[in-house]
């Protein structure tokens, strides 16, 4: 076969037609200013997945789960919050004291009339600031559609309501760092793509919720959820610790969902597509590569993509993370920073734990490495290989697939050859399925873990080809599709999906790289297109200037609502006020002074050209020496992260 030198795998799926180095090899099976989240106790675990319970009867059994209240009045007091329970016949009140901060539940005629009231949606949780205790609140959703009968939301918008009634308790260096922390939290709020649901768990796919007992159905959602993905986890702390309380709160989820009522054949079904970010090493692209020493894998996403039709579900589940071993990229002011792999430590204990976890929750793993096999990208190729050689697991099959070369020019339809090459693997691993006697018919044995530099360009592009073929089989088997039908030939749907992958790829891109995803007109339409590039080019340009001028501050908003960091009331010296180094101050100005010094130079004409040409050289070389001396020194000029150390972190 002519094309056949572009591919590198590892694994035990036996012959590989296009392996670069022959037949494939089969392995053998199996401080003071506050604290980091290291330094306090949490109720959230961080390795392991959450446990589920199975079972194993082959029916999906009908038990009602467990719900939590859907709508809210939040009444004000000088001394109390008062949140009622509005559903149909609740008489729950949670009582939240504004001193002491305890919360207990009461009664609806414990409310005083004096209070101030407005309609919620729900909590999201608590914060201690400087300033003391913050109650934050969803005041807005938008209703996304229903899965299996339920409703699922998005969460619009929301509102950080002061346990104190006043800052004059407060210095003015506190005043103002209490603003700050209120930014970054008002920052990742702001962030799109928070969702939730009352009355049904959506941090679990189809296949676990369908695969766990009455006694795990029964559990609160806040017990139940899969903790990897519940980004409110640690703002609810205090009433996880309460279980009398759990009906007054719901796991939130981060990531992107659509939800589309789509026509093949006359024939009406349900399509979803469900993104998961893990809240585990969660933050912005170039402060968070790698995984941590407990296997996390930073930007892990799980996308899972959902079919209903006549009470029959399918679903297929794909995984993105960053490769995982010990590395960086830290911004440095170059548009492209080199990745440093880390030479003090052990990669392999974090490496085993991560993909030690990936198989426990999702079988067998095949590799999907996009990356690069050549320049800053091919040391990282060459060690991700490397360690799945030597963890020597037949769990495990690692594809290596230079995605720009191979699809440089418009050569876009390579891209099927790498689909072909894993076909073998994906028939293996199949789909979960039930059908409208709720009898589990097939289960998803295996998953297809993707990942480029960022996880999300090249990343989203191989997982909507992939989700497209499983979709292809899942709807011939339901019926939707004739025999002999692609769903390429279906135009209506074809647009729908399309534009869903790409909305989810810009979705996924903002929450990490701050800007929309590249690449997304190949997504949209099948081909690459002139304006596309230029979009990209554009994305490229704002996506350099927020990683090297604003990610820091995002970095330490997403620690900071995660609970990475603790602010501690009443700080008086916080890490955001560190001094920068004299270099950070005058080295600009002085580039900027000589440079416009040129400019006025070239503009006022001297009294001879020689004259002009030297005093305009002089300052342009100046301006440019400044130049290279900050580069040079480019770590100093990057918005880094104050609250976290990532240095320490990798």
């Known amino acids: 076969m002519e094309e056949t030198g572009w591919l590198k795998s590892r694994g035990s799926a036996g012959k590989e037609p296009f392996a670069r180095k022959g037949v494939g090899r089969t392995l053998s099976c199996c401080g003071k200013t506050g604290r980091t989240r290291d330094d306090v106790d949490s109720t959230r675990p961080r390795h392991q997945p959450t446990p589920v319970l199975y079972v194993t009867t082959s029916a999906t059994p009908e038990v009602k789960m467990a719900t939590a209240y859907e709508r809210f009045n939040l009444h004000t007091t000088p001394e109390k919050f008062y949140v009622e329970a509005c559903d149909d016949g609740a008489t729950d009140v949670l009582v939240i004291d504004r001193v002491s901060t305890e919360m207990t539940l009461a009664g609806k005629k414990d409310i005083p009339p004096s209070g101030v009231t407005r309609p919620i949606c729900g909590i999201m949780g608590s914060i201690r600031l400087v300033a003391g205790t913050y109650?934050?609140?969803?005041?807005?959703?938008?209703?996304?559609?229903?899965?299996?009968?339920?409703?699922?939301?998005k969460a619009v918008d929301f509102d950080v309501v002061s346990y104190k009634k006043t800052l004059l308790h407060l210095t003015e260096n506190q005043v103002q760092d209490n603003k700050t922390f209120l930014s970054m939290i008002n920052g990742v709020l702001s962030t799109d793509g928070f969702y939730f649901c009352t009355d049904y768990d959506l941090s679990h796919t189809q296949q676990r919720l369908a695969n766990t007992s009455p006694d795990f159905q029964e559990m609160s959602l806040l017990e139940r959820a899969d903790q990897r993905f519940v980004w409110n986890g640690n703002l609810l702390r205090d009433i996880i610790a309460q279980p009398e309380l759990h009906k007054f709160a719901f796991p939130v989820i981060h990531g992107f969902i659509v939800m589309k009522p789509c026509r093949i054949?006359?024939?009406?079904?349900?399509?979803?597509?469900?993104?998961?970010?893990?809240?585990?090493?969660?933050?912005?692209?170039?402060?968070?590569?790698?995984?941590?020493?407990?296997?996390?894998?930073?930007?892990?996403?799980?996308?899972?993509?959902?079919?209903?039709?006549?009470?029959?579900?399918?679903?297929?589940?794909?995984?993105?993370?960053?490769?995982?071993?010990?590395?960086?990229?830290?911004?440095?002011?170059?548009?492209?920073?080199?990745?440093?792999?880390?030479?003090?430590?052990?990669?392999?204990?974090?490496?085993?734990?991560?993909?030690?976890?990936?198989?426990?929750?999702?079988?067998?793993q095949v590799i999907l490495n996009l990356v690069n096999q050549k320049g800053s990208e091919k040391p990282l190729e060459q060690a991700f290989a490397k360690m799945v050689d030597g963890m020597d697991n037949g769990m495990i099959r690692y594809i290596a697939f230079d995605f720009h070369k191979e699809c440089s020019k418009m050569r876009w339809h390579r891209l099927q050859i790498l689909v072909d090459a894993v076909s073998e693997n994906q028939d293996e691993y199949g789909y979960f399925w039930d059908n409208s006697d709720g009898n589990i018919l097939l289960q998803q044995t295996g998953t297809f873990r993707s990942n480029c530099m960022d996880c999300l360009d090249r990343t989203n592009v191989i997982q909507s080809l992939l989700a497209r073929r499983s979709l292809q089989g899942q709807l011939q088997r339901m019926g939707v599709l004739h025999v002999g039908q692609k769903i390429e030939e279906q135009a209506d749907f074809e647009k729908i999906y399309k534009n869903a992958w790409a909305d989810n790829a810009n979705a996924c891109a903002k929450q990490y790289a701050g800007t929309g995803a590249l690449k997304t007109d190949f997504t949209r339409t099948g081909k690459r297109t002139q304006w596309g590039l230029v979009m990209d080019g554009w994305n490229s340009m704002i996506r350099y200037y927020k990683n090297n001028f604003s990610d820091?501050?995002?970095?330490?908003?997403?620690?900071?609502?995660?609970?990475?960091?603790?602010?501690?009331?009443?700080?008086g010296q916080t890490p955001l006020r560190a001094k920068k180094d004299w270099k950070f101050f005058t080295l600009p100005v002085i580039m900027l002074v000589a440079f416009a010094m040129c400019i006025i130079c070239l503009i006022m004409a001297g009294d001879t050209w020689t004259e002009t040409a030297a005093y305009a050289t002089f300052w342009g070389m100046?301006?440019?020496?400044?130049?290279?001396?900050?580069v040079f020194n480019g770590k100093e000029f990057v918005d880094a992260p104050k609250l976290v150390q990532k240095e320490k972190m990798d």
């Not at 109650?135 to 939301?153: N, Q, S």
Request: glycine share 6%.
């Open 552 to 571: 820091g501050f995002r970095q330490d908003a997403i620690d900071l609502f995660l609970g990475n960091y603790v602010v501690e009331e009443l700080e």
């Open 135 to 153: 109650l934050i609140v969803i005041t807005r959703k938008k209703k996304m559609g229903d899965l299996c009968g339920h409703t699922v939301w």
């Open 622 to 630: 100046a301006s440019t020496l400044m130049a290279a001396i900050i």
């Open 265 to 364: 054949n006359a024939k009406i079904f349900e399509w979803i597509l469900i993104s998961r970010r893990s809240c585990f090493r969660a933050g912005v692209r170039y402060y968070v590569r790698g995984i941590d020493s407990e296997g996390h894998a930073a930007n892990f996403v799980e996308t899972e993509q959902i079919v209903q039709y006549q009470s029959a579900k399918a679903s297929f589940v794909q995984t993105r993370g960053s490769m995982p071993f010990f590395w960086s990229q830290r911004p440095n002011l170059k548009y492209k920073p080199k990745p440093l792999i880390s030479s003090s430590t052990n990669h392999m204990d974090g490496f085993k734990r991560h993909f030690e976890s990936q198989i426990l929750i999702y079988g067998k």
